[in-house]
């Protein structure tokens, strides 16, 4: 995969987005419980990731703790993150393990009936960069259909765990997927060419990812993730008076969906909402009004000379 250094170089397209608004914000809520690492489903070694950082047991040992952390977030917290986008009328974005959804039928059935995006992210929890091409497409189609049955839509999106290698964006390609979120590296969407023809990133962040409260040096309360997040929208906002901006936020249901934690969630969004020129969209809407509404000769920007 090439890497540029340049992309817009300063430069990117000027549109507005619909309603003359001006940053586009995407708030992403991570379904992954009952899709990760575990013992129970022959996986030799349990996800080690939880509230009390690293937590090994070992090979072959199952981890009922860090199963129960994981629980959380399918049992409790997606549901009081769902009931708090409804409160503010939104629309979001899951990143959807298909295995996930099949454990848990009711929130599939609540993401779809309630008007939420499902983007594809993988079957199960797991990256991608060491399948074969077979295997690779297979495990696309397989989450693809998984998810089709369990919500009535067939993902238009792909974010996988650690990232995306030239073949799996082949593939993506090939299967007709709107985009992918795989990279980190613009404050606005942006064309890659894949096999010829371009391909839509639609870029997420790091920075403004609840991950940061299990990560040192972190966020140690909801008040410090509501200013980070504040922030953040206030400086894109500002420079979007002559540039169109996008703002991604990741959200899990384990993490934000923890009741104190909530609360910035809550905070961060009441405060978008009052902020003129703020659209508050789906990750598929912000790609096809991109596709759609994109300037004349802007598939492709970067730099002319990519390199390895």
Sequence with gaps: MQRDYVGYAGKPPVL??????????SIVLNYEEGSERTVREGDGVDETICEWGEFDLGPGVRNYTIESFTEYGSRAGVWRLLDLFDKHQIKTTFFACGMALEKNPSVAKAIASRGHEVCSHGYRWEDHLNLNRDDDRARIRLAADS????????PTGWFAKNGLKDQTRELLVEEGFLYDSNEYNEDVPYFIEVNGQPHLILPYSSDTNDFRYWRAPGFVNANE???FLKDSLDVLL??????PKMMSVG????????PARSLAVDRFIEYAKTQPGVWIARRD???QWWLDN???????????????
């Design 16 to 25: 507005e987005w619909p309603g003359g608004n001006r940053l586009a914000l």
């Design 147 to 154: 998810l089709e049955r369990t919500t009535g839509v067939r």
């Design 225 to 227: 993730y509501f200013t």
């Design 238 to 243: 500002a420079e979007s008076a002559t540039v």
């Design 251 to 258: 959200l899990h249901n384990r993490i934000s969906g923890k």
């Design 285 to 287: 809407e912000i790609a």
């Design 294 to 308: 994109r300037p004349a000769g802007s598939s492709l920007p970067g730099s002319a000379n990519p390199t390895d």
